[in-house]
């Protein structure tokens, strides 16, 4: 399995920004993502980016507020978020892969972190 440490959420108001870091390590992987779960709601799917220059793809909902990135130097991906609003309030995961590209149900990733929770106040 692939390691996965999440840092960066917190609790911001709306319009704010945060950036969330996810660390990885362990055995090779091709695709890291981002899910999030809000209270008493399924997992949903929010960014996926191809490691080393794979190319990002986001969820069809996608706005273009989030931004998924990779610093593959430092084996981190990150999730920039800007004018987060309340119904943005989840836990946000990051979920790792080997196999194709486009991947976007949570049943298609073999290792998760722990999660870190985002919080929007009105």
């Known amino acids: 399995q692939v390691q996965l440490v999440e840092s960066g959420g917190g609790l911001v108001q709306a319009g704010g920004s945060l950036r969330l870091s996810c660390a990885a390590s362990g055995r090779t992987f091709s695709i890291l993502g981002w899910f999030r779960q809000a209270p008493g709601k399924e997992r949903e799917f929010v960014a996926g980016?191809?490691?080393?220059?794979?190319?990002?793809y986001y969820a069809d909902s996608w706005t273009g507020r989030f931004t998924i990135s990779e610093d593959a130097a430092k084996n981190t991906v990150y999730l920039e978020m800007n004018n987060l609003k309340p119904e943005d309030t989840a836990v946000y995961y990051c979920a790792a892969r080997a196999g194709y590209w486009g991947a976007t149900e949570a049943r298609e990733f073999d290792s998760w972190g722990q999660g870190t929770q985002v919080t929007v106040s009105s």
């Open positions: 980016i191809g490691w080393s220059g794979g190319g990002a």
